[in-house]
């Protein structure tokens, strides 16, 4: 690599850094909310797959190897602002740049939590829980384009809630438990004879009875 393509790398590494040195210091809550209630908690980090769907677009001139490196460090925010700035040109470094520091920081933040879960019984009662709420909030006021862009912001929301709504009422009225339980009813019925055999079934059992 020459030297002004070094210095270029740096310069673009250093400014994302900068970057996300706010969001570094609203991660802290977060981790340390995760260290105490990771045992409580399931994740799904599916959505991870979407995010790494988005990104690895723009940096296809860079290796494979290169890639899954950078992808392992996409976080909701790293993505936020990776995609903030797709318009004016994305690139490894820069990726790097908001990946690494968010990551370590969200490392030990979690270590913390984990170690000192025990001295904070209810996080909700000291505010911690809001750091979700305010990170999201703060994500999609640095993405806001207008109102016609956030059309499929609208749908989504609208989609999330609607299903949120089904899943609390199909598990409140214990509707899976009743299919189950109709599902197995069923398997366990004997199949009925062929509907030419029933007649002759009724004869042979009262013969047999006689």
Known sequence: MSSDGSVHMERWTATACTRMLPIMVSVVPFGLLLGTIASQAGLTPGEIGLMSATVAPYLRAHSQAANHVALFFLADEVWALAMHRVERGLSLAYLFGLGLPLWLT???ATVAGALLGNLVRDPSKMGFDFAFSAVFLSLLVAMWRGARPAVPWIAS?????????????????????????????????????PHGLRGYDAASSAASRT
């Open 106 to 108: 969200w490392v030990s």
């Open 157 to 193: 929301a609208v989609v999330a809630v609607i299903a949120a709504a089904v899943v609390t009422v199909v598990l409140a009225t214990r509707t899976p438990l009743v299919l189950a339980a109709a599902a197995r009813h069923r398997r366990r019925r004997p199949p009925a004879p």
